[in-house]
């Protein structure tokens, strides 16, 4: 064999590095990967739709009982269930799972034309912290880990706030953080309201009725989600012009300021329904979501 043919041989070889990233990719988009994400869907509409479920008890009973309408109180409801510690542990799982697919969106790229662009990963790799967290407080919890129980959000963000305060140019973190919690809001509800999850649906694989109700879902879900961010996203900017780690609210005391207007509970269960239609949502993105 001449020289040049021996060049043209190797260069038709990919590297050992690039066959090894070829590899991951394909994994990453593998039907392992996808099994994953969908049970992290699952478990996401678990969590909203038992922080809805919390709120309109909230709405209709003098303080709820004494549960909180957050992550920890939708924990603690769990756990007094028959076989709640192994509820528990299937949840923690399936919502690492969660995590662990937006990790492989970060790595490898979302499915759709744009998925590969910077701003997608960087968003995927935020997404994979979150969800690593909530999967981790969950797992915690499972082991008796009390920290993570209820009303445990909002000692954390008042916690937080007040630690941050006293830094230098504390209130102009704190604004800054929470002016950004308002416009994560904001978009989260714009982008439901213009229907965007459209394009991460299959949605021609649904019925006219399923279309119907997924859409009804998806707006008023996406939408009551983006306004209780955008709530606590302003509580904090609160707390930062006072100077009290106090008006900082998390997911609970944000909930139940929506009773304290002069609508009264029924905001609150305008919300609550909203939560669990998030959750049912998020069902319908375990069915029918482009992995």
Known sequence: MNLPSIRRSSRRRPSATLRGKRKARKAAKGRSVATVARAGFVGRGVLYLLVGALALRIAFSDGGGGRQADRGGAMAELADKPFGNVLLWTLGCALAGMALWRLSEALFGQAGPDGDSAGKRAMAAVRCVFYGFVAYSVLAYATGDEGS????????????????????????????????VIVAGLWIAGRALLRKFHKRLRMSEMSQRVRRGVDALGVSGGATRGAVFAAAGGFAVAAALKHKPGEAKGMDNTLR??????????LLVLVAVGLGAFGLFSWANARWRKL
Do not use: C, E, H, M
Request: charged residues 15%; without cysteine; negative net charge.
């Open 149 to 180: 129980g209820s009303g445990a959000s909002d000692r954390n963000t008042q916690d937080a706030t007040a630690k941050v305060l006293d830094w230098p140019g504390g209130q102009w973190i704190v604004a800054a953080a929470g002016v950004g």
């Open 257 to 266: 300021s929506f009773a304290d207007t002069g609508a009264g509970p029924w």
